[in-house]
């Protein structure tokens, strides 16, 4: 009930937003049409579309649905809503040429603009869970690949179905009006004008103030303290995974885990399976056998001896009165341990018919296949506890090879998961930073600002991280799956303004005498690029960062450790992305050179501009109408 309680709010919250991002007020309660109406419903039918399809097609597969699941339609409308916005905000950008623009170029100039950073990010987004989808745990990944495959067909859907939608909900502009029908008298633009006036002149002191060297060096202490602080975090995150995570805090699974728990830490038994048992009548051999038992009855968290299963140490002593008998007799006065007894022992001691399996050779003589023993453990006041104690007995047996021996514990395959997770997180992390910076170098034509970019996302992750170590977070696979898409979601506070930045300062060379046109090189204020950059960009990233938010966080009323921390690291991530995307990242990029963030685009795949454009005719259509 609470949990359908939240996904109702979440789509409650997401159309309230879109509503207020698709609907100009400015031009009063008649901008709220049928188009805009169809604007609204599409850009969230899109995301949804491509969930829906791609849980029907692992459903028509037989792959199991799991509640993580139940996560990915919310993930995949905030990144779908966030395309739409930027969609629809390039579209009015450009507006003011549609006298001049059929509509089909207007489409092709409006994916020009954001077609690459949308690509970018779904590129991206993708391939973090891509790497998530080598988990070791199946229900992690399925949920990778059932995301990876939804923000592919997002993608799709985005540039060819919202894209059509978008065209067709704009159809009324390109209408010429009839003949008889008197023109109507356009609505008093002061108003749109004053307030385009007053965000102009707001942004262009914001820049002014992010330019300053003040600015300057407190962005720089203020990195300085954030890693600090972050690595801190880092250093203290443990590696901790128990079932309870994934179940309501209040259900009784969980008190039942706590029992359970209570229960190990009185004691736990493993199981220690000898595949190749020892030659008892090589006493070298059996002594090497022994020194093994020693070892793991010396454990940090061993019960002692007294409390090891081992069949051999009561066969011995039966193998020991069969002899005193026999010698009683005259009998057997050479005597040495072997196999011989086994089978008259196990008829004396029937607790240990099912741990020996033994056989006869080719000679008839009794041969040990091999036989099972177990050992105690105690005082393990955690799951972490646990997985470092299957650790110590590994290391135990490694030192062994000659009797091939295993262990087994019910709850391994969960162990391996908290051993293995930080490794797996910090090689995901790695390999997914070197793909993204690849994925950038394609599509954005400077090295320099593919570097920004890069040292951009990882001062995010680092600051992620590290504050969900402050909030109560552990280092297990939730988090690690959790981390991955947080970098899939850093690149879109840095793409699109890395990529608005270095294509403000492309350098485009001309190879035609019959056209006179006056180009923007490097030498273009840094001022009036981050004018631009953030005409273009900041209003609409403000609105995808918070409509991201706001989208998943009503699970944050539903008690459950996974969501939560879902919430938390989306949370983070929103919040450092805005930081980093509209503050840091702008002075970064206002302290270096242009010649460094400036693109070299050749004319021959330069827009088809008209003769005598300007620079300021360039910003003019940047501008938001």
């Avoid at 992620?464 to 977070?473: F, N």
């Avoid at 273009?524 to 998943?552: D, N």
């Avoid at 944050?556 to 980093?580: C, E, P």
Wanted: charged share 15%; proline share 4%; hydrophobic share 45%.
């Amino acid at each position: 009930m609470k949990n359908s309680l939240a996904i109702k709010n979440s789509d409650s919250c997401v159309t309230d937003l879109v509503l207020l991002q698709v609907v100009e007020w400015k031009h009063g309660w008649r901008a709220l049409n049928g188009m805009n109406v169809m604007l609204v419903g599409t850009s969230i039918l899109s995301p949804l579309l491509a969930a829906g399809s791609v849980l029907g097609v692992m459903s028509a597969l037989a792959i199991p649905m799991t509640s993580m699941m139940c996560l990915m339609p919310f993930l995949l409308l905030g990144i779908g809503v966030d395309d739409a916005f930027l969609m629809i905000h390039s579209w009015r950008k450009l507006r003011d040429n549609r006298r001049e623009l059929t509509r089909a170029e207007h489409l092709s100039l409006t994916l020009a603009d954001v077609g690459p950073s949308i690509t970018i990010t779904s590129l991206t987004n993708t391939l973090a869970f891509c790497i998530g989808s080598f988990s070791p745990m199946p229900q992690i990944r399925s949920f990778c690949i059932c995301t990876a495959l939804a923000l592919l067909a997002d993608f799709v859907l985005e540039i060819a179905f919202f894209g059509a939608v978008v065209v067709v909900s704009s159809s009324e502009e390109y209408q010429p009006a009839p003949v008889d029908e008197k023109p109507k008298k356009k609505p008093d633009a002061s108003l749109a004008v004053s307030i385009n006036a007053i965000r102009e002149e707001v942004l262009r002191l914001y820049i002014k103030v992010i330019t300053s060297w003040p600015a300057r060096i407190t962005a720089a202490a203020f990195l300085i303290v954030l890693w600090t602080i972050s690595a801190m975090g880092v250093a203290k995150l443990q590696s901790a995974f128990w079932p309870g995570k994934t179940f309501q805090a209040r259900s009784r699974l969980v008190s039942s885990m706590a029992i359970v728990d209570r229960m190990y830490y009185d004691h736990e038994i493993t199981l220690i399976l000898v595949n190749r048992p020892p030659q008892v009548d090589n006493n070298t051999e059996y002594q090497h056998f022994m020194s093994s038992i020693k070892q793991f009855q010396s454990m940090s968290n061993a019960c002692g001896p007294n409390m090891t299963s081992l069949w051999l140490t009561d066969y011995a002593a039966f193998d020991n009165e069969a002899h005193d008998t026999a010698a009683l007799f005259g009998m057997d006065s050479d005597h040495h341990l072997t196999y011989a007894n086994v089978p008259e022992f196990l008829k004396s001691y029937a607790q240990y018919q099912g741990v020996v399996h033994w056989s006869h050779d080719s000679r008839k003589e009794v041969r040990v296949d091999g036989f099972a023993m177990w050992l105690c453990t105690t005082r393990m006041r955690s799951w972490y506890d646990r997985a470092q104690t299957l650790m110590e007995y590994r290391k135990i047996i490694d030192q062994y090879p000659t009797f091939n021996m295993t262990t087994f514990l019910f709850d391994a395959s969960i162990f391996d998961l908290i051993l293995s997770t930080g490794d797996v997180t910090i090689m995901a992390v790695i390999v997914t930073l070197i793909s993204m910076a690849i994925v950038c170098l394609l599509f954005i034509p400077s090295l320099g600002c593919v570097l920004i970019a890069t040292v951009t996302i990882g001062s995010i992750i680092l600051a992620v991280v590290g504050s969900l170590s402050w909030w109560d977070c552990d280092m297990d696979v939730i988090a690690m799956v959790d981390i991955l898409m947080a970098i899939g979601f850093t690149i879109d506070f840095t793409a699109h303004i890395i990529f608005h930045y270095c294509k403000s300062g492309a350098n485009i060379k001309s190879h035609s005498s019959s056209t006179t046109l006056k180009q923007p090189s490097s030498d273009v204020p840094k001022e009036e690029r981050l004018y631009v950059t953030l005409s273009a960009i900041s209003y609409p990233m403000f609105q995808a960062g918070f409509s991201t938010w706001l989208i998943v966080a009503p699970f944050f009323l539903y008690d459950v450790y996974m969501y939560r921390t879902f919430v938390k690291t989306i949370t983070l991530t929103v919040g450092f992305g805005m930081i980093h995307g509209l503050i840091l990242l702008p002075i970064a990029l206002a302290c270096l050179p242009n010649r460094f963030t400036s693109a070299r685009v050749n004319s021959n795949s330069a827009p088809n501009l008209k003769p005598e454009v300007t620079f300021e005719e360039l910003q003019s259509l940047a501008a938001d109408t």
